[in-house]
């Protein structure tokens, strides 16, 4: 007996997947202990992916007709490239599901939009804890960049740095 190869397909996603992918979130959020951070409501979401002028896009992954991961991604834009890129926020792929290419197939999706559309990069970041998500990415041909770090400012910072400048807005 021989054992049956899994199906796996991706598609873009619709307002119907709104439940599945909040779950997704809050999955990925558990699994990158940053649950705590989570303020986005379901209703933010779908303005975010499904309103008048989507801020980010969303492809699920499914094994054998069930969704099972996400990659939800928006446009970034290269001034050295002077073109768009793809950055990719998530990609969570269920544990139950994993090693089974699903997150493979969202990865290839994404690139393969990428040079459909003569899009210049797909990039993301990882945790640094993370060695199985690096390593995942590295063997699909990711290149580290450890010569750049992160910034961020959020929350009061974003306020404080805000009422810093005192000019009037254009």
């Not at 990882?126 to 929350?155: P, Q």
Request: hydrophobic content about 45%; some cysteine.
């Amino acid at each position: 007996m021989s054992a049956r190869a899994s199906r796996v397909v991706v598609r873009e996603a619709s307002r119907e997947d709104l439940p599945l992918i909040y779950s997704l979130i809050e999955e990925i959020a558990d699994y990158e202990r940053l649950s705590h951070e989570i303020d986005a409501t379901p209703a933010m979401i779908e303005a975010a992916l499904f309103g008048e002028r989507p801020a980010a896009f969303c492809d699920i992954g499914e094994l054998d007709g069930e969704a099972v991961g996400f990659a939800l991604w928006f446009h970034n834009f290269s001034t050295f490239r002077g073109r768009r890129g793809i950055y990719l926020e998530d990609l969570f792929v269920r544990p139950a599901a994993r090693k089974a290419g699903v997150g493979k197939a969202l990865l290839a999706h994404l690139a393969k939009r990428c040079v459909a559309q003569g899009l210049t990069r797909l990039e993301w970041s990882v945790l640094d804890w993370n060695r199985t998500a690096i390593d995942f990415y590295v063997a699909h041909g990711a290149k580290l960049m450890d010569e750049w770090t992160t910034c961020r400012v959020s929350d009061q910072a974003l306020w404080r740095l805000a009422e810093a400048w005192p000019g009037r807005e254009s």
